[in-house]
């Protein structure tokens, strides 16, 4: 029994979250990423397979480079053979970029040490049809000075009550960031994306979308680093600002080698 590592991109627009889902309200079909890599699974080798995310990624929500694991009863397949295998029962949203070998007792979500995620905001008038599921159109280019001076407090053990969604399930809101920036970068076909980038343990429920939406909203109100430093030392999330919507974010890294905090 091998286990495997897959590293996986995906194109969230058209699923519901990674999560799999057995029925949606009806009993219709829900179409999600894990169910679509666990049906390929299947077909490989024939029978059903488990898949380990390294966390979850809610509807339109897209990946670089989700970590997933499963346990494999076969030893005819070659670790580096698994992307060209599977890929070739995915549908074009979904791409294994890579697998390899891991541990029996290692498990993808456990044993990450953080996740990185990236948030893309377009500057210019219009975005481009190759552009538009994958950013957020805030059609001006705001001062990254001030947003990076805002950004600064998110970094160590804070309890970010004030950005998790209503309906989140977690135990605790408290989260260990390390560190959070804006930069910018150019945009394809043409244009420039402003990037916010946040690193943590582990994230609550819409809570990237929620700092990203206040955040863009405080800077665009002329409101100074103090203003945002007040919303996220309320724990609620009434103070906060704005939800960003979900297609301008990308789970971009999981880490495995960095030290491990709570969850």
């Not at 339109?60 to 670790?79: K, M, R, T, Y």
């Not at 960031?177 to 150019?186: M, P």
């Not at 700092?211 to 405080?218: D, K, R, S």
């Amino acid at each position: 029994m091998r286990n495997i590592l897959l590293t996986v991109s995906y194109d969230g627009t058209s699923f519901c979250g990674w999560q799999r889902q057995d029925k949606a309200a009806g009993g219709a079909p829900v179409r999600t990423v894990q169910g679509a890599l666990e049906n390929a699974l299947e077909r490989l080798h024939g029978g059903h397979i488990t898949l380990y995310g390294s966390g979850r990624t809610d509807s339109g929500v897209h990946a670089a480079a989700q970590a997933a694991n499963f346990l494999s009863p076969i030893d005819s397949i070659p670790a580096e053979r698994y992307p060209v295998a599977l890929n070739s029962f995915l549908p074009s949203d979904v791409r294994v970029m890579k697998a390899s070998v891991v541990p029996e007792d290692f498990n993808s979500r456990f044993d990450a040490t953080s996740r990185v995620y990236r948030y893309f905001l377009f500057t210019g008038a219009v975005p481009s049809a190759a552009q538009t599921r994958y950013v957020w159109p805030v059609n001006r280019m705001p001062d990254i000075e001030k947003l990076n001076a805002m950004a600064s407090c998110l970094k160590g053990e804070i309890d970010c009550a004030s950005f998790a969604a209503a309906g989140d399930k977690s135990l605790s809101s408290c989260r260990y960031l390390e560190g959070a920036r804006f930069f910018t970068q150019d945009a394809f076909p043409y244009g420039t994306l402003v990037v916010f980038e946040i690193e943590a343990n582990a994230f609550l429920w819409k809570m990237v979308r929620s700092i990203t939406g206040t955040l863009v909203q405080l800077e665009k109100n002329g409101a100074d680093a103090g203003s945002f430093r007040e919303i996220l030392d309320a724990r609620d999330r009434k103070r906060a600002g704005v939800t960003a919507p979900p297609q301008g974010l990308f789970l971009w890294q999981v880490k495995f080698d960095g030290v491990r905090r709570h969850v």
